[in-house]
């Protein structure tokens, strides 16, 4: 079982890349245990800047920073960086261009039993809203890599949501299949499609492999960019199929599932499932425990599947 979390895998790609660019700044909100950038503020203390629990200062300053050429990366937990500091990101990242990446660490519901206060299960759908922003949700360490590494080449303000623990590994050290803003095919299904991102991408892949043993047939698109939502992939695979399940740690409305039915409902209507947490505060637990309660599993995702298929 993987061991590192995807925040981790942050860390060591920026500070592997910040001994020669020294343009690479973090910054964080009293958050660099949790974000797990202690090693970086260490090894790079003149690339790294604390402003303290002030997220509207820290996404602020991002912008200034990116605004003198400095290549800024501000690290906060997911459910504070997406409404404390909404309008800074709206107005001082995305209106203004800023070369800026927020990433919101501990998203979703990883932060368990502390409760709504600390779940940002609203994120896709707020930062998804802004112009000019892009919403990614790396499925794995492997992909968070990589997408880091292609952030680091661009000039455009965009928001990564990950976890707090480890992740099931989705892809491996020597198949790491990416490209910039386009899903990836998991697997393709005649039967059934399932849509996910995020954490759900794994529990996802396990479900279309108990559905094959079951004689259905399923494809699974790992849609890590949800902004910009990769429509010509999601439609051709969408047509193969069936019909079409969504699985997202995000509220039923403004995520992953609102965007795949504008989408399906325009260019290949047909029967769609959104599987998402619900219009109410979650119960306690860890994420494997949330998902199984709100029937996204492996299990419970293939349950789904054989209901619509009847």
Known sequence: MNKIPNRQAICEVLMA???EDKD??????????????????ENFPEQ???????????????????????????????SFLSTRSYEQAKIDCAYSDANTTLIGISGGVSYGALGMSHHSA????????????????????????KLIEALLLDQSPAYIRVGRN???????EDDIPFEMN?????????????????????????AAELLKERGISAGVLDMY?????????????????????????????GGLGSMVCQVICRECPKQVAVMSLPDAPVVSGTSGEVFAYYGMSPEGIAKKAEEMLK
């Not at 958050?31 to 202690?38: E, F, I, K, L």
């Not at 000019?132 to 992909?143: A, H, I, K």
């Not at 480890?166 to 491996?172: A, N, Q, R, S």
């Not at 899903?183 to 794994?202: F, H, K, N, Q, Y």
Request: charged fraction near 20%.
């Open 17 to 19: 890349h910040a001994k």
């Open 24 to 41: 690479i700044v973090v910054l964080c909100s009293d958050s660099r245990g949790s974000g797990s950038m202690t090693p970086f503020a």
């Open 48 to 78: 790294f800047i604390e402003t303290g629990i002030a997220e509207q200062n820290l996404v602020s300053i991002s912008a200034g920073l990116a605004k003198c050429g400095k290549k800024p990366f501000a690290v906060s937990p997911a």
């Open 122 to 145: 609203q994120d896709i759908a707020a930062m998804s809203a802004i112009p000019n922003m892009r919403v990614y949700l790396p499925s794995d360490r492997f992909q968070t890599e």
């Open 166 to 172: 480890p992740v099931e590994d989705v892809y491996t």
């Open 182 to 206: 386009h899903a990836t095919v998991i697997s393709e299904g005649r039967d059934v499609l399932i849509v996910a991102c995020g954490e759900l991408v794994a529990p996802a892949k396990s």
């Open 225 to 253: 960019c949800v902004k910009p939502l990769d429509e010509e992939t999601l439609v051709d695979q969408a047509k193969k199929a069936k019909v079409v399940i969504t699985a997202e740690e995000h509220a039923p409305y």
